[in-house]
């Protein structure tokens, strides 16, 4: 089974672009698909979008016992687009423009606009000269284009604007020959728009918005993981987790289908996908093969035994030297010394009388003798190996077959769960015990309570024996803690199964393994969430029931037009899997052999910015720019439209409210 | 005061040069201006008084599901028969109950909150 790692892709800063004459000369348009997710902006000029670039900042908080040190040049910088490097250093930072799909943080758009012009390389002075081409939410609320406009033109002085909606745009200037009727199904980072189409004009009361998106998908997959991989809980990031939602998640066609397959083991192995990530092994001592244990033992056992035979021949030249010179002064008195001088020499080695010295000689003499002795043993043992590691007795077991081992392994096995589950249940309960709201904290309180409360006359606790057990159970251990014994068992136990199935048992042999998501029903759970928004707690239908919906607000023949043509766009549109997902429910829910059809649209998430090129280079752009002019005298709201914009409503007066009232 | 002037002289000197120095959005705010919320103008954008025709941002909102939820396992995400009382976390088989009462708090409250389930009466 293979591995999947991840990549963890850097994100590049970007360059600045050369601003050429060109372009300067010509006030080519700026095209400006400012996504929820990414903005990509370019010349109407240029190829590909010349920045692309997610729409987040990163405000670093103010320190506020340091405002008053910091230096401003030191002071962290604010991090806008691309220059974000780590994202995941940053996350609680983070700030988008976006709240769902509608821009309404206009002091964070100003930052990534002065953020995308820098690095398109304007550098005229105190305007930028170039008629901008910008998308917008379906029914972008009047009060966010009018902030929007007025920015635009007031912080810019933009010569004009034109605004679309990113979905039209590129369903009607990105493809070959659009069709004239079509449902399209635009599936974003913050919401999922159903676009029913007839005859190129888009039904705008029929469309229908679910606020669930590829956000929602990641984060839930994100989640997910988390809870499932407590232990890793950093170490799964939500850049990861959308990383494996483009690389292995996928949309079941059948999702029940799907979920009754993962009961099988077979499918289970062969449909997991393991991920790796990363970790530092650290070799501990448990890491340590037990032969190296044991040639440790032996080195240990070795130095001892040169120590001990220096201290002995140190010993043993010691009482030599001194036995000679008590001889010497023996030899002196044998042959007739003066009496002053025996004592004199006695006095000499501290002895009092001859029968001492005689005694002293021999004593001497016998410990010399025996530290010979023991000298010649120590040299004979260390040519011999030492004796044989102590065995367990259990260990030492020989089986008649294979599978009386077996059975007594899985025996032990058993036992060792056993034991383990009971010290984790006991350390759960501890745990337990102290948080409030438990149960089991819960009782133990009332039990306290209850032996506080004095009740005069008949008290005749610790009558009984057993009265006294109550104190064990409100305990800190809660009854019992881990024995001696117990530990004991344990250890016993683990020697056995390390002896018969080292591989099995020693973890440590590959450390990474403990670092290994196990990725099998999420890879279609994650998806399926805009199928099922309830796996979140959102009571929006899905996408499917809402396709449903949207066709049931038409007439049976248009109904037909709209089936005919499906067409997915957006960023979750590549996920493997889904289209044929919509051809299955919309087969189910139209009638009886009627003509479906559902495609992809190609470059589903640069599709919009290459037909905003499009519509930027045709004849017709210039009849639907708002210049300065217009925005001066009908306001910020005021746009006009086209093939691929919203519909303008004027916003009432407020005053008619009062009126009414 | 001393400290904030040139902080804000910093911010002019970093401006693009293609910006109109003078302008500053929300002239009015002198203080920093909390941006009305999607939720704000939506309701704000409510309460006008519409033709009959025009079509707002919340009038294409979805409709809530007419179909009864499924009820898949929190830990696997297998269809789930069963409910385990203590924590309300949904299980599919025995293997995985036996897992749910091992879980610590943090843990079933987070599937809870991810399902949206974390409200008392539900």
Known sequence: MEVFHFKDAKIVPDIVHTYSGDIRANSVPLIYDNGSYVARVGWATSKEPLLMFKNLIAKPRKERSKKDNVEPAQAPQLQVGNDILNIEAVRFQLKTQFDRNIVTHFEAQEHLFDYAFTHLGIDSENRVNHPIVLTEAFLNPNT????????????????????????????????????????????????????????????????????TGGWNVVTFLHRILQLKYPAHATAITLSRAEELLHTICEVAEDYREELKK???????????????????????????????????????????????????????????EKLRQLLEIQEIIDFGAEKQEIENLLAEVQMKNLQELQKTVTNLNMRIERTRQKIIAASSAEDTEEPPVKQTKLSKMVFESDTAMHSFIDNVKKMRQEILTKKMLRKQRKQDIFKRRTAAGQERMRIISQLARKEKGNDDFGLRDEDWDIYKTISKDGGDSDSEAENEKLMEFEEILRNHEPEEFDSS?????????????????????????????????????????????????????????????????????????????????????????????KDCSLSPWYGMKQFARSEEYKKYIVTKKMYEEYGGEYFKTHLASNPYFVSPKETMVDVDT | MNTTIPAEEQIIEQKPIFKVTQFQMNKAAKKKSVWKGLKQIISSEKSLPWPAEAVLYSSINAPPSFKPPEKFSDLSGLPAPYTDPQTRLRYANKEEYATIIDLPMDITAGYLALRGATSIVG
């Not at chain 1, 406009?149 to 909606?165: A, K, N, W």
């Not at chain 1, 062969?270 to 033992?297: G, M």
């Not at chain 1, 038409?554 to 766009?569: C, G, H, M, W, Y």
């Open chain 1, 262 to 320: 993962w009961f099988k083991t077979e499918y289970y192995e062969n449909n997991i996908r393991k991920i790796q990530l990363p970790f530092s092994s650290i070799s501990t001592n448990s890491a340590l093969t037990l032969e190296q244990q044991k040639e440790r033992k032996r080195e240990l056992a070795r130095r001892l035994t040169e120590i001990n035979a220096r201290k002995r021949e140190e010993r043993l030249a010691e009482d030599q």
């Open chain 1, 509 to 601: 042999a590959n450390p990474g393994e403990t670092h290994q998501l196990h990725v099998g029903i999420e890879r279609f759970r994650a998806a399926e969430l805009i199928f099922k928004p309830y796996m979140a707690g959102s009571s929006e239908a899905g996408l499917s029931e809402v396709i449903g919906y949207v066709l049931t607000l038409f007439s049976p023949d248009e109904q037909l037009r709209l089936a005919k043509n499906v067409i997915i766009t957006g960023g979750l549109a590549n996920l493997k899997g889904l289209k044929e997902r919509i051809l299955k429910d919309l087969i189910s829910i139209r009638p009886f052999q009627s003509e479906v059809s559902v495609s992809v649209m």
């Open chain 1, 144 to 211: 966010s284009r009018q902030l929007m406009t007025e920015l635009l033109f007031e912080c810019y002085d933009v010569p004009s604007i034109t605004y679309g909606v990113d979905t039209l745009f590129a369903y009607h200037y990105c493809q070959s020959n659009p069709k004239s009727d079509a449902l399209i199904l635009s599936l974003g980072y913050q919401t999922c728009h159903i676009v029913p189409m007839l005859d190129n004009k888009v039904v705008f009361e029929n469309i229908r918005r679910i606020n």
